[in-house]
Nanobody, 115 residues
Framework: VQLQAFGGGLVQAGGSLRLSCAAS????????IGWFRQAPGKEREGVSC????????YYSDSVKGRFALSRDNAKNTVYLQMNNLIPEDTAVYYC?????????WGQGTQVTVSS
């Protein structure tokens, strides 16, 4: 099982990015997917999560109203649309899934928001 996160980059405050989490070796249809981020000197924090069906989503207070999760099970990919980015969103973003109590992480993608 491998997860690959990509789509990060450098963007000005107020801009947008879309992160993708693509899976191989597993069919995402049956699993919830989470996004986490880790800023320099800070602990990794949960940002958002989407249920296996896509019908339920969770967002942390810091991103609610600005980020949106979606999934395309046909492409085995989950997307994190990030709008109205602020410098505090600067971090390495990771996608995550849990299979039989084992955590799988993508390699992380850097998001940098300049003021």
């Amino acid at each position: 099982v491998q997860l690959q996160a990509f789509g990060g980059g450098l963007v000005q405050a107020g801009g947008s990015l879309r992160l993708s989490c693509a899976a191989s070796g597993v069919t995402l249809d049956y699993y919830a997917i989470g996004w986490f981020r880790q800023a320099p000197g800070k602990e990794r924090e949960g940002v958002s999560c989407i249920s296996s069906s896509g019908s339920s989503t969770y967002y942390s207070d810091s991103v609610k109203g600005r980020f949106a999760l979606s999934r395309d099970n046909a492409k085995n990919t989950v997307y994190l649309q990030m709008n109205n980015l602020i410098p505090e969103d600067t971090a390495v973003y990771y996608c995550n899934m849990v299979i039989r109590n084992r955590n799988y992480w993508g390699q992380g993608t850097q998001v940098t928001v300049s003021s």
